[in-house]
T-cell receptor, first 115, second 112 residues
Framework: NAGVMQNPRHLVRRRGQEARLRCSPM?????VYWYRQLPEEGLKFMVY????????ESGMPKERFSAEFPKEGPSILRIQQVVRGDSAAYFC?????????????FGPGTRLTVL | QKEVEQNSGPLSVPEGAIASLNCTYS??????FFWYRQYSGKSPELIMS????GDKEDGRFTAQLNKASQYVSLLIRDSQPSDSATYLC????????????FGSGTKLNVKP
């Protein structure tokens, strides 16, 4: 049973470019979360999605950031016109429904570097 | 005020000792509490979850929850150098069924 998959693992972008981060949840999981982690800091919640629905995006910056979780395919976190302050590790987590919905399993993360 | 607060450390303990990690939270209605371990450059890994007041033990790990005082702790018995990592406390807030807040983590260093 494969775990949460994220790609790419490392992404380098120049200021002004777009970054696309992908997350495939564990098999059978329908909840996806995105977090950002700056060096020496904790995880900051960004967005919570279910298939084809954004449930809670209160942690997402209002501009340049968007997320989707289509019916088919991985969840995508998209950052337009990246700036140096976007450099961070971005983690995706998934959870099942029902009694185990509290349990989040994390992917390996995508480390974004903006030059 | 942050939703979840932890002492950043580092907390240094000798091998074989008990490591005690603490976490406080601000929302009195919080219902679910978690401890994650994160090695440098790696993703968080769930260690323990606890939902009711008291202690919950799993191997060398014991989670303690005191809702009246709004704190959660993690005890690691017989600490090993391989336990050296950052430990993140996470809380699911009341009214936000699937929204979690994480503390900034406590760095633990177990010295051989």
């Amino acid at each position: 049973n494969a775990g949460v998959m994220q790609n790419p693992r490392h992404l380098v972008r120049r200021r002004g470019q777009e970054a696309r981060l992908r997350c495939s949840p564990m098999k059978g999981h329908s909840h996806v979360y995105w977090y950002r982690q700056l060096p020496e800091e904790g995880l900051k919640f960004m967005v919570y999605l279910q298939k084809e629905n954004i449930i809670d995006e209160s942690g997402m910056p209002k501009e340049r950031f968007s997320a989707e979780f289509p019916k088919e395919g991985p969840s995508i976190l998209r950052i337009q016109q990246v700036v140096r302050g976007d450099s961070a590790a971005y983690f995706c987590a998934s959870s099942p429904t029902g009694d185990q919905a509290d349990t989040q399993y994390f992917g390996p993360g995508t480390r974004l570097t903006v030059l | 005020q942050k939703e979840v607060e932890q002492n950043s450390g580092p907390l240094s303990v000798p091998e074989g000792a008990i490591a005690s990690l603490n976490c406080t939270y601000s929302d009195r209605g919080s219902q679910s509490f978690f401890w994650y371990r994160q090695y440098s450059g790696k993703s968080p890994e769930l260690i323990m979850s606890i939902y009711s007041n008291g202690d919950k033990e799993d191997g060398r790990f014991t989670a303690q929850l005191n809702k009246a005082s709004q704190y959660v702790s993690l005890l690691i018995r017989d600490s090993q150098p391989s336990d050296s990592a950052t430990y993140l406390c996470a809380v699911r807030l009341a009214g936000n069924f699937n929204k979690f807040y994480f503390g900034s983590g406590t760095k633990l260093n177990v010295k051989p």
